[in-house]
């Protein structure tokens, strides 16, 4: 089985400052994805970044990027130039990539709920 | 452009109630899936779906019954309600990409139901 784990119960940054959230994980895998999902107060849940395990460039989508560590079993969030709409709880995620096509689901970590300062 | 849906949104049940949640997707996604979001757990599987007709079960699937008879309907069963069970309740769905499975999951808005 997978562990997800997120250290970071609670963050608090200032509008416009760059702001890292921890993942690691635990798992005997070797093909994978890993997500940072968002969630708003709205409650929908919002996919942030993608990784796959075989690939190591880290993903980046606009002020989102990741920095992945296979070998350590990290997969952090760094957010660029945060904004009032960043403020969210923040669930990294992990799901393994089983052969022909099957696949159970995610395993998230307890989530992190950042606060962006205005 | 509906995605999934998720019905109702809010319930109020007693202890020993039983209740249906329907999750429906326009996606024609072949998974889906029922998890569970509790205030600092994160969100944990119930039970899942590969295909129509078929089930499996997740990480805390006890309480709970599923079934999938048609490809876009995915419905949680409460057959006797207990205030462990006071949660929100997500479903998601998820496709198999031209590359295999592409990982992303398409959430429901959520339903939150209590249990007195």
């Known amino acids: 089985a997978q562990t997800v784990t997120q250290s970071q119960p609670e963050m608090s940054v200032q509008e416009a400052e760059t702001v890292t959230l921890s993942c690691t994980y635990d798992t005997s895998e070797n093909n994978y994805y890993l997500f940072w999902y968002k969630q708003p107060p709205s409650r929908q849940m919002i996919l942030v970044i993608r990784q796959e395990a075989y690939k190591q460039q880290n993903a980046t989508e606009n002020r989102f990027s990741v920095n992945f560590q296979k070998a350590a079993k990290s997969f952090s969030l760094k957010i660029s130039d945060s904004q009032l709409g960043d403020t969210a709880m923040y669930f990294c995620?992990?799901?393994?990539?089983?052969?022909?096509?099957?696949?159970?689901?995610?395993?998230f970590g307890k989530g992190t709920h950042l606060i962006i300062q205005p | 452009n509906a995605g999934v849906t998720q019905t109702p949104k809010f319930r109020v049940l007693k202890t020993g109630q039983s209740m249906t949640l329907l999750c429906a997707q326009d996606m024609n996604h072949e998974y889906m899936y029922w998890y569970r979001q509790d205030p600092g757990m994160g969100l944990r599987l119930i039970h899942y779906?590969?295909?129509?007709?078929?089930?499996a079960k997740g990480e805390v699937p006890d309480g709970y019954n599923v079934s999938r008879l048609k490809k876009q309907n995915f419905l949680l069963g409460l057959e006797s309600a207990a205030p462990s069970q006071t949660s929100v309740y997500f479903c998601?769905?998820?496709?198999?990409?031209?590359?295999?499975?592409?990982?992303?999951?398409?959430f429901g808005e959520g339903s939150r139901l209590t249990v007195l």
């Open positions: 995620a992990f799901m393994k990539r089983t052969s022909g096509g099957g696949a159970d689901g995610l395993t």
């Open positions: 779906s590969v295909g129509e007709g078929t089930t």
């Open positions: 998601a769905s998820s496709y198999i990409g031209l590359a295999g499975l592409t990982g992303e999951l398409f």
